[in-house]
């Protein structure tokens, strides 16, 4: 199996960019497109990203709350823009900027704005460690401070969420069963 390179790479290297049209089959009855839909061009687009820096297998391990802020009607074009915020040590926050591009003026809105955190696999399934990422412009670094933040809140909600199903699939105790 080839060496895994950890050499630092410059946050620039992910940058992916992904230009979609919305067709019928991706709307809904009022003629826009399904939140689903822009989902999935949102994992392929970061995964992209993922995949440049990393250069490893790359699985979803989450993506944060996602708002539409604004719909996306048939026959336009969606323009994703995605590059790797901060990598971890398996892990790496990717952010996505989702705009609707109107075909005729060339006008574009912010739709949507995204963070999906992607693990690198081997080939057994086992994580493996990815480079360090070196934010360069002010934004990159900017996101870089922001992405350390956002990952120890999405861990703490993961942990508070696991302690919730945890909870609810305990036995009763002899004095809940009692009090019911
Ligand atoms: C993602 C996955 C590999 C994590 O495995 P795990 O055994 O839970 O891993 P750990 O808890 O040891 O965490 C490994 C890394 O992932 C990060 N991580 C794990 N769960 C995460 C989550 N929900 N959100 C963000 N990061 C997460 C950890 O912070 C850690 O990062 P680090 O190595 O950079 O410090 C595993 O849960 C998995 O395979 N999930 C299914 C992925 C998949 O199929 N995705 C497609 C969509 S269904």
Redesign the pocket.
């Known amino acids: 199996m080839s060496e895994v390179d950890l050499r630092p790479k410059p946050a620039c290297e992910s940058y992916s960019e992904m230009t979609e049209i919305v067709l019928p089959s991706h709307t809904n009855p009022l003629g826009t497109a399904f939140g689903g839909q822009v989902m999935a061009w949102i994992d392929i687009c970061a995964g992209i990203a993922a995949q440049r820096h990393a250069r490893q297998v790359v ?4 993506m944060d709350d996602l708002h539409f802020r604004s719909p996306i009607h048939q026959g336009e074009f969606v323009v994703l823009k995605a590059q790797v915020n901060r990598s ?4 790496m926050e990717v952010g996505v900027r989702v705009e609707a591009e109107n075909p005729l003026s060339g006008e574009r809105r912010h739709c949507s704005s995204a963070y999906l ?1 992607f ?1 690198a ?1 081997d080939v057994h399934g086992a ?1 493996v460690p990815i480079p360090p990422l070196i934010p360069e412009t002010d934004d990159e670094k900017r996101r870089y401070k922001e992405a350390e933040e956002r ?1 120890r809140y ?2 703490e909600r ?1 942990n508070l969420e696991r302690d919730v199903v945890r909870r609810a699939h305990a036995p009763l105790s002899k004095e809940s069963e009692a009090a019911q």
Do not use: H, M, P, Q
Not at 59 to 62: E, G
Not at 88 to 91: A, C, H, I, L, P
């Open positions: 699985v979803t391990a989450s971890f040590r398996t892990s955190t693990v696999l994580r990952r999405r861990l993961k």
